[in-house]
Antibody, heavy 119, light 110 residues
Framework: QVTLRESGPALVKPTQTLTLTCTLS??????????VTWIRQPPGKALEWLAR???????YYSTSLKTRLTISKDTSKNQVVLTMTNMDRVDTATYYC???????????WGQGTTVTVSS | QSPLTQPASVSGSPGQSITISCTGT?????????VSWYQQLPGKAPKLIIL???KRPSGVSDRFSGSKSGNTASLTISGLQAEDEAHYYC??????????FGGGTRLTVL
């Protein structure tokens, strides 16, 4: 069974860097065709695509956020890490990671982790 | 990378059919058959219900169907049930290896 679990700080201060970890089970990040994507959702608002990393280490970023985002993977730990620099109150959201084997969709989602940006 | 356009809300009575539209451009929906749809129940993570315009993942009810014409994709739910009340989001590949969501549609079952 494929499962994903997001983890990270619940509260960060403005200007700080956020580091989120997505821990995967039931599949390997090194399996050909596997992709992991980060998505966020501000309270009461729509989903927003942030970044994706593929099994072969190709990386893709939201055009509007690419200067602040870095996505990486640790195959030995089966984890994907997202860092977002210079956090602002508008970055307050639930952050999700999702896995897919057909990389144009988001097949299985984690439960999400809520991040609040406040001083 | 502007969000795809969805109606903010739709409603229908049990047993009826409803359609949710998702309008993009030739840079996303119009040029790629890579539209997927997600159902988000209150307080839950989204769930994939349609991929690649019209394919249903295993376990998803055949009451859900998808289609595309030009720059607009559509999700149709037939035989509406109370449990279908949720937010629905479309999602598409866009140019330069990016992806974009729609603004979301709230479905109310009357």
């Amino acid at each position: 069974q494929v499962t994903l679990r997001e983890s990270g700080p619940a509260l960060v201060k403005p200007t700080q860097t956020l580091t989120l970890t997505c821990t995967l089970s039931g599949f390997s990040l090194s399996t050909r065709g596997v992709c992991v994507t980060w998505i966020r959702q501000p309270p009461g608002k729509a989903l927003e695509w942030l970044a994706r990393i593929d099994w072969d280490d190709d990386k893709y970023y939201s055009t509007s956020l690419k200067t602040r985002l870095t996505i990486s993977k640790d195959t030995s730990k089966n984890q994907v890490v997202l860092t977002m620099t210079n956090m602002d109150r508008v970055d307050t959201a639930t952050y999700y990671c999702a896995q897919s084997v057909v990389c144009d969709s988001l097949d299985v989602w984690g439960q999400g982790t809520t991040v609040t940006v406040s001083s | 990378q502007s969000p795809l356009t969805q109606p903010a809300s739709v409603s229908g009575s049990p047993g009826q059919s409803i359609t949710i539209s998702c309008t993009g451009t030739s840079n996303d929906i119009g040029n790629y058959n890579l539209v997927s749809w997600y159902q988000q129940l209150p307080g839950k993570a989204p769930k994939l219900i349609i991929l690649e315009v019209s394919k249903r993942p295993s376990g998803v009810s055949d009451r859900f169907s998808g289609s595309k014409s030009g720059n607009t994709a559509s999700l149709t739910i037939s035989g509406l049930q109370a449990e279908d009340e949720a937010h629905y989001y479309c999602f598409s590949y866009a140019w330069e290896s990016t992806f974009v969501f729609g603004g979301g549609t709230r479905l109310t079952v009357l």
